[in-house]
């Protein structure tokens, strides 16, 4: 088993007064799903935000690819190879989806061979290719979301909460490009409050409680063990 | 690979109210000429004083269009900012007087080649005094915006002091170059030829400043930036560096604005910038801030005004300007175009 | 008793103490202390000026806003005692009327900038206040055959306050009326001023400071905070009128250079600043400083400038015309390394 491409160490982050993460410490094996579990307000999101930079951690270390990220910059860590999915997908709503997508690109134009294969998994991108992104439908944004992170090749992916009231059929759509990047050796960390959208798609999981990680293993475990999903996020999640 | 379902996307029409409502604030600029003819009665008098409103209003513009853009991506408020627009005025007029020859004769070519070099001249200059101003003023205040009012008033303050300094305590007169000078008569109204000039540069920089927000990679980061500053980072921008790009343009561009001003008034004095802040800001604020095409059309709003009143009730003029402004606040609290920020 | 004449707002400080203490026996004094008209003048304008200042505190210090409009407030109470010695005739009711109607004008002038654009972001308020300002200075300038225009108003005081009143001598110096106008000046200033304090340290001030600090908590807590920063503007701006009706009636004239120039709104703005925002003394300080290096560090300047004439720039540089630099050079770098300003480092010092 090859080394994990992200470790965070006991991370600790505060915002304003509120102590957020309380030492996180989580491994996303590469080239696997790694879902990232638990009730609202346990700090799923701020860890993703950590990893990313946009918040800064109080103490703990973050290493990504071995390397240690926990004091880059925000963009250096994005052209090191991390994508970021936002939970409010973060779209340019005044510029077009092409516009959009070619901003997805820091080292170059859209390759068009990857621009097929987007356009490929999300038609409706191609419908509204020159609309400006603000007119696309909830569930369209956060396909040009996704699709925006993936316009280049990266390593790991930070999504949070793709299918956050989307239609079951735009879910399925969602579910698969995911697992067609996964195919192409990219690891990720996925938020997800959808249980049966992570049960199909993760390898491994990882539940959070107060700022912390309570749980850590293989989704085949945790999706079979209904007590144990109980026991960790307070209600068995097959009835989602 | 299944097939994604077939959305039908729909679209829907905007309603004629709705069209009409995006495109008032373009349609404004014609109204008020319209308005205009109406209250002055002459047409030759309404045609020169539109020719004078709209070359003021591009100068207008090329000063606001740096603020405009630098409040809009990097959350800054340059209250220095009129001092670029005095150096710049300092430093053009300076290298006109020096090629007083190329001036002095009746060639175009000439004439023009001396104003280039001191457009050149005064927007490197501005443009260098940008940066400084940036790292050593502006950069220690971001997010700060109370410090950032004090901070760069100081600044203002000092540099006005420096071109006392450098360039001694008294006004500068500078004449036209000669094919620049008098105006042409079309239809009985006389049009200043520079004024016709002013209109002429104003509208291809707007024209290249719009095709370089639209077209080019960096014009997208600029817009994106303006709406969602750490998506774009996050995406893998060094939006630091884009800040500076933004602020030396912003100074290079008031810089433009104070040479082509300081020929338009044909005498420059230290405080010239700090005076045409106060419309500089009206025109921000009615554009919207963060948006080039608000402050373009603000501007040409604003110089029409001035210009119009200035002629019917002089006492009137820059009162005339804050009913503009109170107006269309009243109409869109935002300004006309703004830019909606994301959270 | 002096801790509650100063509404319990302790100098906290020694040297501060002391400061203030010099400060205020030289202006009680001055007209015995200092010979000459100069040093009379010098000593109106500190009064004046603390005043003015301590009414910017008030908004900018203690409520966090920043406004350009400050010097249009001085002007209409100034323009309000001008207009009314005009055309009421000399006399105590022509400054009382005055007076009273300027500061009026302020109130009602605040009251429609406030509630109009205190909804707004400070940005745009800040820009604002400089548009209506520069318009009302304009205005006034145009307006000649009311306001005197460029060249402004001079008119008569009741001459009880004028030199023409002479009154005998006392402690060697010559008494007349000029100097019942000074303490006339320096004792309204001192009674608004500790009104000031008063202000500052009632509950009211201290909500202004909370919003000040965090407007979105404050609305939460359940203050009306437009209402709050709109009372803190015409307080701000009334004080700043009857500093203008002060002034009016120790100079006997004005104009609009003198009253509502951008450059006076800038002047505030370093004293302020240097003397320390959000402290009340800050203005004392930074008025006194800011007025003495006006008046006489200019003559230094004067001096070490035709020393060094043989060398390229210093000459210039230390050009006393060019006071408002050094100031402007000190301003920024008291808004980096000591934003608490004079008062604010003096008060820290003591702690450490």
Known sequence: MSEPILTLNNLYTDIAQYHILQGVDL??????????????????????????????????????????????????????????????????????????????????????????????????????????????????????????????????YLIDEPTKGLAPAIVSTMAQALRELKAQGASILLVEQNFSVAKALGDTAAVMDDGRVIWNGDMAELATNSDLQERLMGLSMEAH | MTAAPDHKPTFAALSLSERLDKALPVLLVPLLVVLGFLAIGTPSSWMTLTVSGLAMGMMIFIMASGLTLVFGLMDVINFGHGAFVSVGAFVGVSVLIALGDWTGTASLLLNMSAV???????MMVTGIMGWGFERIIVKPVYGAHLKQILVTVGGLIVVEQLIHVVWGPDEIYITRPETLKGAITFAGAAMEKYRLLAVAIGLVLFIA????????????????????????????????????GVFVAGSALAGLGGVMWGLYQEVITAGMGEKMMVLVFIVAIIGGLGSVEGAFIGALLVGLMQNYVAFLEPKLALVSNIALMTAILMWRPQGMLPVVKAK | ????????????????????????????????????????????????????????????????????????????????????STHMGRGFDALLVGSLSGALAAIVLALLIGLFSLRVRAIFFAMITLAVASAVAVLVSQFSGLTGGEDGLTYKIPRVLTSANRMGEFLGTRISGKILNYYLVFTCALILFLLLLRIVNSPFGRVLQAIRENDFRAEAIGYRVVWYRTMATCLSAATAALAGSLFAIW???????????????????????????????????????????????????????????????????????RWLMWLGILFILSVYFFPTGIVGRLREGRSA
């Not at chain 1, 990220?69 to 340019?92: H, K, L, N």
């Not at chain 2, 080019?216 to 774009?232: C, D, F, Q, S």
């Not at chain 3, 103490?17 to 500190?46: E, K, N, Q, S, Y």
């Not at chain 3, 320390?276 to 008025?287: D, P, Q």
């Open chain 1, 27 to 156: 491994q996303v094996p590469r080239g696997q799903v790694t879902m990232l579990l638990g009730r609202n307000g346990v700090g799923k999101t701020t860890t993703l935000k950590t990893i990313m930079g946009q918040w800064t951690a109080k103490s703990g270390v973050i290493l990504y690819n071995g390397q240690d990220m926990t004091q880059m910059p925000v963009s250096a860590r994005a052209r090191a190879g991390v994508g970021f999915v936002p939970e409010d997908m973060g779209i340019f709503r005044d510029l077009t989806v092409e516009e959009n997508m070619i901003l997805g690109c820091t080292s170059g134009p859209l390759d068009p061979k990857r621009k097929d294969w987007l356009l490929g998994a999300f038609p409706a991108l191609g419908t509204f290719w020159h609309s400006e992104a603000g007119n696309l439908s909830g569930g369209q944004k956060q396909m040009l979301s996704i699709a925006r992170a993936m316009a280049e090749e990266r390593q790991l």
């Open chain 2, 116 to 122: 280039f070099l001191a457009v050149v001249a005064a």
């Open chain 2, 209 to 244: 400043m719009r095709m370089v927000l639209r077209r080019t990679k960096i014009g997208l980061i600029v817009r994106a930036g303006v709406e969602n500053g750490p998506m774009v980072e996050a995406l893998g921008y060094r939006l630091r560096m884009v800040f500076i």
């Open chain 3, 1 to 84: 008793m002096i801790v509650n004449l100063l509404s319990g707002d302790k100098p906290r400080s020694a040297v501060l103490t002391a400061l203030l203490v010099l400060i205020m026996i030289c202006l009680a004094g001055a007209p015995f202390i200092f010979d000459g008209v100069r040093p009379l003048d010098t000593a109106a304008r500190i009064c004046i000026f603390i005043l003015l200042v301590a009414s910017y505190d008030l908004l900018l210090g203690y409520g966090g806003i920043v406004s350009f409009a400050h010097t249009m407030f001085f002007g209409l109470g100034a323009y309000g005692v001008a207009l009314a």
């Open chain 3, 251 to 321: 100079l006997r004239y004005v104009g609009p250079d003198t009253t509502l120039s951008f450059e006076i709104m800038l002047d505030i703005l370093l004293m302020v600043v240097i003397g320390g925002m959000g402290t009340m003394y800050g203005a004392v300080i930074g008025a006194t400083l800011f007025i003495l290096a006006q008046t006489y560090l200019q003559n230094l300047m004067g001096g070490a400038s035709e020393a060094t004439a043989g060398l390229p720039l210093i000459p210039d540089l230390l050009d006393p015309d």
